[in-house]
């Protein structure tokens, strides 16, 4: 390997190590802080190699998996009937191994065990009862679905953020303007501000602004 190849090799692991700092930060930083008193409002999520859960003198621990070296070690250690026990753990592609006991211990507890590959397909749902879905989140969607009014509330939000990100994207990753990438901002743009000056009336109408920003994107 030259000197030029080994320069580019160092790079490249050191953009990946920053970049993955940068994502359990933006994760982390995102996560709803639990009260005192209060019981753990959001799901744990493992992913990366070398990923484990086991017990412990009667408690579950769990390590995080590697993405990047040199990474932080995460851990945790929950006992049983705890407040910080999470609703849920998935487990986003990544390696690892799981104990006969941990798998016994978090059904006990009633949490769900779910298992996504790397493009967010289910793979496996491990749960007491069998089913692990949020009950209350299900007949949110199932009211929402059937409630335009709503759904184009809900949606709003989440394009409107999109769009904004993608004009950073735009600004901050092709900082050579070229006409192509001027004319995705310009859409971009005129999105957003009739976005944030009148409501689409249906949600096919709300889709088709979105489809505006791709096409001058692409």
């Not at 995102?30 to 409002?41: D, Q």
């Not at 412990?56 to 250690?77: C, F, M, S």
Request: charge should be neutral; charged fraction near 25%.
């Amino acid at each position: 390997m030259n000197a030029h190849a080994k320069i580019d090799s160092k790079a490249s692991i050191d953009d990946w190590a920053e970049r993955s700092q940068f994502w359990l930060g933006v994760y982390s930083d995102s996560l709803p802080r639990r009260k005192r008193r209060e019981r753990e409002p959001s799901p744990l999520a493992l992913t990366g190699q070398g990923l484990s859960m086991r017990v412990d003198k009667g408690a579950l621990v769990i390590r995080d998996g590697n993405t990047h070296y040199p990474a932080q070690v995460r851990e945790w250690r929950f006992f049983k009937g705890a407040l910080d026990l999470p609703p849920r753990i998935i487990v986003i592609d990544g390696s690892g191994n799981i104990t006969l006991d941990a798998i016994d211990w978090i059904g006990e507890q009633s949490i769900p065990l779910i298992r996504l590959r790397w493009d967010g397909h289910v793979t496996s749902i491990m749960h007491g009862t069998g089913y692990a879905a949020d009950p209350k989140k299900v007949a949110w969607q199932l009211e929402t679905r059937t409630d335009e009014a709503a759904r184009i509330r809900f949606a709003i939000p989440l394009i409107t953020r999109k769009i904004k990100e993608t004009l950073i994207t735009l600004q901050e990753c092709l900082p050579i303007l070229t006409e192509p990438v001027d004319n995705a901002m310009v859409a971009a743009k005129d999105v957003l501000n009739e976005l944030e000056t009148r409501t689409p009336a249906t949600a096919s109408d709300l889709l088709g602004l979105e489809g505006k920003v791709c096409r001058g994107v692409f």
